[in-house]
């Protein structure tokens, strides 16, 4: 199955990156300089995320509507998986906001064991292949590696915390203050709870929350 499913999987992956790029050229013959700087921005990091094309443009338009209406708080990521939308996110931090920090928490060991609440008829979701422990694994060097790298984030703005939600949130929200884009991307409902019941209430007014399960 593995010998099937990684070389289809890239090279979809790799249509879908050329159907985008087709997109960002239509928008720049058409002199819509706006939609091409988003794009191009999502096309870059496409190649390191799971989340389709509509998601990561999504994130990119409430990050950047935090900033022009200066809504007071970090961007804040749980679920970092290999780093595409953490460098989405780090992109307009740096490039439109002025410094904004931003946290990212990941076990940096790919997800936990599903839960008896992430069963439904047997089944975690209908899933290409099953997401066993471990799955969507970014390591902390690969991710660091991205964003500092191939970036080239500024280092002062980024926080990675290695380990798991329950035990990293509680004792570095402090630390995270304020918080103006809560992205909850855990895959499973207990990853997903404890995020929520140990940040929410640090959005600020005006804030924005992703949960992207």
């Keep these: 199955y593995d010998a099937l499913y990684h ?19 239509q928008a720049r013959r058409q002199g819509n300089q706006i939609s091409v700087i988003r794009m191009e921005r999502v096309r870059a990091v496409m190649p390191y ?26 961007f804040v990521e749980c679920g970092v998986a290999q780093g595409g939308c953490a460098a989405l996110i ?36 209908q899933h290409i292949r099953p997401l066993p422990r471990g799955s969507c ?32 949130l509680s004792s570095n929200a402090e630390r995270v203050g304020p918080i103006a884009l809560l992205r909850v991307d855990g895959d499973w409902y207990e ?11 640090q959005v600020s007014d005006g804030g924005q929350i992703i949960i992207d399960d």
């Design 7 to 25: 070389p289809a999987f890239a090279a979809y992956q790799q249509l879908l990156r050329w159907r985008y790029q087709a997109k960002i050229t």
């Design 49 to 74: 995320s799971l989340i389709g094309s509509p998601g990561l443009e999504h994130t990119h338009d409430l990050a950047q509507g935090l900033v022009h209406r200066q809504v007071e708080g970090a």
């Design 90 to 125: 780090g992109m307009i931090a740096a490039v439109e906001g002025a410094g904004r920090h931003c946290w990212f928490f990941d076990s940096f060991e790919g997800l936990p064991d599903p839960t008896n609440q992430d069963y439904a008829n047997g089944q975690t979701g």
């Design 137 to 168: 694994l970014g390591t902390y060097e690969q991710v660091l590696q991205l964003l500092l790298g191939h970036f080239e984030l500024t280092p002062d703005c980024i926080t990675l915390v290695k380990g798991w939600f329950q035990d990293t």
């Design 191 to 201: 990853s997903t709870k404890s995020c929520l019941e140990t940040i929410y209430d």
